[in-house]
């Protein structure tokens, strides 16, 4: 305590001393690692982190132009609509906002997810839904509850980065099926079914992406969608259909989800998110699944986290009622799209003849394939240290090693100009690696 009344001279206060000042990184004594080596669970040993996550770090630093992220443009979101809406929640649901809620989510926003769902053909119901922290959780949760260590599971090649801890989590045996301009290739499944049935691995299930694929950019036809449903039919084939970006649609018109093509049979989930139509800090998603599936996802996400958050529950709840998101949807597109085309073309302009890219009719991300002597790991050293500008390399995308020409490029997050800049920079890393292979005695 400081005396409040001291003597002329009495300089007792400066002499207490202040509290020991804290390092700014961490409060904790370094500690030899190894102690917990040997106690870590296996599944904790085998994570593979998702270089996505690894680069998030990048986009914080000012010199750097990040490609990597595959951040929505937030700064679109009006600031008065989110004044309104946080008053909204704070006037007329604050104890309830505050407090916890179901773990299914909050029966207002399981209606309004339901039309959303609807808007883009997706028939469900409201037992259907389950409100989830993010697409991620949605993705956990499914892998969490069909999937044993050592157990197969289908997925794109590429796949989305961010769903690769949560394959390797679970200890997931990945068998990629290759992709081309039209999506997954739908004819070589049932190729791969065969193989794994053989080898007495049949697959747990099948992950896809069908529109505007995280990667690589490109759509499933409406040919394989269906010819994929008949697939899962015949061969009881359990599908996860991730669909955060079906509304990110630049040009063309809507493909029917493989969950209204299954016709309601049981064999198709559905993912989705808030992160991409409204804004990822909200941290809401949800799954659509039969009841015998949510039971045990439900229980998964007592584990996980009891419930999403309802302030943010809320939040969406009053957005939704009070503002057509489809209008919010419709600016944001505007702008991607003008970002995609700035981005197509500086590549065309920056990137060498041998370089190709995909040209997504909406999305966030080109992956573009570099020629056969660039290793894109490598290239990010280089473009990062030398010339400020990042991507997420390809090989973040697969699981077996593959992915090493190629590289995501995101064209969302960041203006038009800076794309530009970013792309002309990337140029800049290709010919001087180009130069290095070409003196080291290489044929282009
Ligand atoms: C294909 C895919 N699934 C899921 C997610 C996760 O989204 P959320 O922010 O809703 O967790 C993303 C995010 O980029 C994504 O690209």
Known sequence: MIATHRPEGDNTSQRIPPPRPRTPETALRPVDAGRYDARF??????????????????????????????????????REVFDEVVEVVAREH?????????????LELRELIVEIMAHEGARAGVDDIMVTSGGQQAIDLSIRTFVNPGDTILVEGPTYPGAVPCFTTYEARVEHI???????????????????????RPPKLLYTIPNFHNPAGVTMSLERRERLIEIAHDRELLIVEDNPYGQIRFDGEPLPSLWELDGGQGWVFYLSTFSKILAPGTRVGWVAAPAAVLRKMNLGKQAADLCSSTVSQRFVIEYLKRHDW???????NGIYRGRRDAMLRALEEEMPAEATWTRPNGGLFVWATMPDYIDTTDLL???????????????????????????????SGVPEAVISEGVRR????????????RALGGEL
């Open 41 to 78: 669970a296996s599944r904790a040993a085998g994570i593979v982190s998702s270089v996505m996550r690894d680069l998030m770090s990048l986009s914080e630093r000012p010199d750097v132009i990040s490609l990597s992220g595959g951040f929505p443009n937030t700064e679109a979101f009006e």
């Open 94 to 106: 604050l104890a309830s906002a505050l407090q916890y809620g179901p773990t299914e989510g909050l």
């Open 178 to 200: 290759p992709m081309d301009d039209d999506g997954l290739r739908v004819d070589l499944v049932e190729e791969v079914l065969d193989r794994l049935h053989a080898e007495g």
């Open 326 to 332: 489809r209008d919010y949807v419709g600016r944001l």
């Open 381 to 411: 050293a280089l473009a990062q240290d030398r010339h400020q500008v990042a991507f997420v390399p390809g090989r973040g995308a697969f699981l077996d090693g593959r992915g090493g020409h190629s590289m995501r490029l995101n064209f």
């Open 426 to 437: 990337l140029g800049v890393a290709v010919s001087e690696m180009t130069d290095l292979h």
